[in-house]
Structure formats: structure tokens, C-alpha cells
């Protein structure tokens, strides 16, 4: 056993990256480094002891399961707007593991609160430049074929405070927050574009939610050809109120804001809306004044989330650095971790299944030394896209002093890395470097 640890704990970086295979090859050695102790003295462990739980028949199960109350801190970040609502929610992703955010964690974004809308009365029309416009209850969405996939959605202004100046001290929630990924049910778009029937002159479909500002966005047509759904389920059931009950424009891989939710019209029109959404609050202002209309992709992107401010670690040893990556494009083919702020990287292991437009989960041994160490994440794309660095994004797109308050450009689409540096007492922050 010993010789085993000796033989797979392989240096892959500076700094005490250890190979993604040791993970594979020696888990059971590594764990056992991890811990502290030697596989045989783990098994001449003292004999456990009867906790009073154990000494009681439980509480009743409730009808719809929720989070142990021991995990109430467990929540999203709000915010309110000028409104008075709440504007958006943010994902803990310090807090989670895994590639699926739980329902009631998936981040949020929206303008005039929840609608409450009864789904025996809600329609879905699509209509405009189509053969025979159709109108569409639930009831009637249900007999279409569905589709079930894992898909992420990623508000455009995720990750605006990296747009600062100065390394905002906040958690991975604060500042990347704005993304949360879900496995979606639901009917194909093109299913009901084709019956509809397409007049070729139709190149972009106006979409419209149904609650008191309506929010409303042009798609191309040919996203609705492609890969677009209307989303009925979330994570196997009706689609929560804040991700659109009772049913969402999903469309994989686009910025959030296209992906309408309380969807209620669909017009197949020969040119973009023109809308408020797209033209004010989700086009984005370069330097030189040009402005960037309809960018509609979210790049490749990574950062690690554990660990990440908030954490504190807990002495020198054994810790594994795990994070979430996803492209726009497809799926994350290779994600690399530097601990030295970026002088040499090792490669992470990508966590099976890899799905094209999910979160992707990667994962790496690190023995910290105790000595300071600047943790970074950077993804590559199956399409060839690379995570750009932080100074490219910068330079043409500019600093913005007043983030994280989104009111001023450069806000959207940043996809650089993130910088956490640890520190000798354990404590975790943000840097730029
Ligand atoms: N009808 C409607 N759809 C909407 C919005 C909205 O305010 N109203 N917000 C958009 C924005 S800005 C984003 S980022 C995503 C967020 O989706 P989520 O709230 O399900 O996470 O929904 C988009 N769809
Ligand atoms: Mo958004």
C-alpha cells in the first residue's frame, strides 16, 4: 500500500498540482494520504459511538422533500431593484457539487417579479410570417414528441465584477453566480416551426414572456431549427415560477437573456424587434463607441469553486480543486489548473458524462504546502475556443470602475479566468495577477 502512494502521486505542476489520475489509479491510496491516516490504521479505527439521533423514531417525511434544515444557509444571494422586487438571485456554487443546480438554487433574473399564471389558461401563440399561425395550451404541448438535456443557462452580465479595476472581495456566488445549469424537458421548437410552416422570408422570431413587462427578444431563426426548445420541465418537474412556469424559450448555450421565459408569442418577422432588452440593457458599448447588438454566445469559461473565498483551509495536505466549466459551442474539451498564478498548469479531470452547452465538473489533487499559492482555471472548447486572459477580454473591451452595480460598460460576457490566491493562514481571496 505504501509503494502504491509513492508510485501515483505524481507531481503535474508547480506548487503541488498532483496527476488527474491519481484520482483514477490510486483512490483508495490517496484518500488515505488525504486523511492522514495509512489504509491500515483507518481500519483499526475505534468503534463508532450511538448519536442520540439514533436513539429516537425521526420526524415524518413530508409530501415534497426538502434540504435538511441543517443546510438553511444553503441560499441564494438577492437582489432588489429601483422596483422593489427582487432582480436576480445568484447560485452558491461554493456551496454545491456536481454539475446540476437544485431548482430552487438555479440563479434568477427578472424585471417585474413572478407572475402568477394559472397553466389551464396560459397560451403559447406562434404566428407572423408562418403558413397557418397555431395557438398551443399545455394541454396540447403535451402530445408532441419531447426532448430531454442538460443544459446551462448564463446571464449575459455574469461575472461583471471581474470588469474592475480592483479584485472585488466577494464568493464565487457574487461574482459568477449568474449561471446555474438544469437537465430541461420538453417540445422542440422546430417541431412546432414546422407545422406552423416557415415562409422563407422569416429570418428572426420576436419572443415574448407573459408577465407585466414583457420582456421580449429577437432569435434567428435558424437557433429555432436547431437546438431550441420550449422547456416544460425543470429537473423533472414543471419548470419552477422563477425559470418561467409553465414553460420557457430555452435555447442552449445563448446568452439568458434570449431564453424567454413565461413564453406566450413567437412572431416570425423578416427583421430583429428591435426591442427594448436588445437594444438598450443587453447590447454592450466598446471603448470606441461601436456597439456590439445581437451577441448572442456565451465563450468557453471555467472557475474553480473549491477551493474559493469563504473557504477556510484547514492546514497544510491533501485538497482537491474542483470547478465548473462550459462553452456556448459544445462541449469542454480540456480545462488546465495552474496553482502558481499561471507560471506552469496541469490538466484536470473532466467528470463523465462531458455534454455539449452543461456544466462541466473538473477536478485535480493539490498537496498545499502551507506556503502561498495562486489557484486559476482555464477550459478549452471542442470547437478550438480557449478561455481568453483576463487582459485580452480588457483591452477591447475596457475597465469598468462601477461594477459590480451594472449600470455602466463593459458588463457583459466577461469569460476570462479568476484568480484565487491562499494564503499561510488558509484564508482564500480574489486577486488579479
Ligand atoms: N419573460 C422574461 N424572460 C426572461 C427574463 C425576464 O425578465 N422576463 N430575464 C432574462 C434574463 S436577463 C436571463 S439572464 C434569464 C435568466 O433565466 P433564469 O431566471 O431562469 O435563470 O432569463 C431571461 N428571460
Ligand atoms: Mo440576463
Known amino acids: 500500500m505504501t509503494k502504491l502512494i509513492s508510485n501515483e502521486l505524481h507531481p503535474a505542476a508547480a506548487n503541488g498540482l498532483l496527476d488527474r489520475r491519481a484520482f483514477v489509479r490510486g483512490g483508495a491510496a490517496l484518500a488515505a494520504a488525504m486523511s492522514g491516516y495509512t489504509l491500515t490504521r483507518s481500519v483499526q479505527a475505534e468503534p463508532l459511538e450511538d448519536a442520540e439521533w439514533m436513539r429516537t423514531i425521526g420526524p415524518d ?16 444571494t438577492l437582489v432588489r431593484r429601483s422596483w422593489g422586487g427582487v432582480g436576480n438571485r445568484r447560485t452558491p456554487h461554493h456551496l454545491l457539487n456536481g454539475t446540476l443546480t437544485p431548482s430552487g438554487l438555479h440563479f434568477f433574473i427578472g424585471h417585474s417579479g413572478l407572475p402568477n399564471i394559472d397553466p389551464a389558461e396560459h397560451k403559447l401563440l406562434i404566428h407572423g410570417l408562418v403558413r397557418q399561425p397555431l395557438v398551443f395550451t399545455l394541454e396540447s404541448l403535451a402530445r408532441y414528441p419531447m426532448q430531454t438535456r442538460m443544459g446551462y443557462v448564463e446571464c449575459g452580465g455574469n461575472s461583471a465584477p471581474l470588469f474592475s479595476p480592483e479584485p472585488i472581495q466577494d464568493t464565487v456566488q457574487a461574482l459568477h453566480g449568474l449561471a446555474s445549469c438544469s437537465e430541461w424537458t420538453g417540445v422542440m421548437l422546430s417541431t412546432l416551426l414546422e407545422e406552423a410552416g416557415i415562409d422563407p422570408k422569416a429570418k428572426w422570431m ?12 429577437s432569435v434567428p431563426v435558424y437557433k429555432g431549427l436547431d437546438d431550441a426548445m420550449i422547456a416544460l420541465y425543470q429537473n423533472g418537474e414543471r419548470i419552477r415560477p422563477e425559470q418561467g412556469y409553465p414553460m420557457r424559450l430555452f435555447l442552449p448555450g445563448w446568452e439568458g437573456n434570449m431564453n424567454v421565459k413565461w413564453l406566450r408569442r413567437i412572431e416570425l418577422t423578416e427583421s430583429p ?7 438598450r440593457s443587453y447590447a454592450d458599448l466598446l471603448p470606441n463607441n461601436d456597439i456590439m447588438l445581437f451577441n448572442f454566445m456565451n465563450g468557453v469559461k471555467s472557475y474553480i469553486t473549491h477551493p474559493s473565498p469563504g473557504y477556510a483551509m484547514n492546514g497544510p495536505g491533501f485538497y482537491e480543486i474542483s470547478g465548473i466549466a462550459y462553452s456556448g459551442r459544445g462541449p469542454i474539451e480540456k480545462v488546465r489548473v495552474s496553482a502558481d498564478g499561471g507560471r506552469t498548469w496541469a490538466d484536470a479531470a473532466l467528470q463523465e458524462p462531458v455534454l455539449s452547452k452543461a456544466f462541466t465538473r473538473f477536478r485535480i489533487p493539490w498537496q498545499w504546502d502551507g506556503g502561498p499559492a495562486v489557484l486559476q482555471s482555464r477550459a478549452w472548447d471542442a470547437a478550438g475556443h480557449v478561455q481568453p486572459e483576463r487582459a485580452e477580454i480588457l483591452a477591447w473591451r475596457g475597465q469598468n470602475p462601477d461594477v459590480p452595480r451594472v449600470t455602466a460598460f463593459p458588463s457583459h460576457h466577461y469569460n ?10 488558509g484564508g482564500v481571496s480574489h486577486v488579479y495577477v
Request: proline share 9%.
Open 416 to 425: 476570462g479566468p479568476t484568480s484565487w490566491a491562499v494564503s499561510a493562514d
Open 206 to 217: 420576436i419572443a415574448e414572456g407573459a408577465e407585466s413587462i414583457a420582456h421580449t427578444r
Open 273 to 279: 424587434g428591435m426591442t427594448a432588452a436588445e437594444i
Open 61 to 76: 417525511v413530508p409530501g415534497y422533500g426538502r434540504p435538511s434544515p441543517m443546510e438553511a444557509h444553503v441560499e441564494g
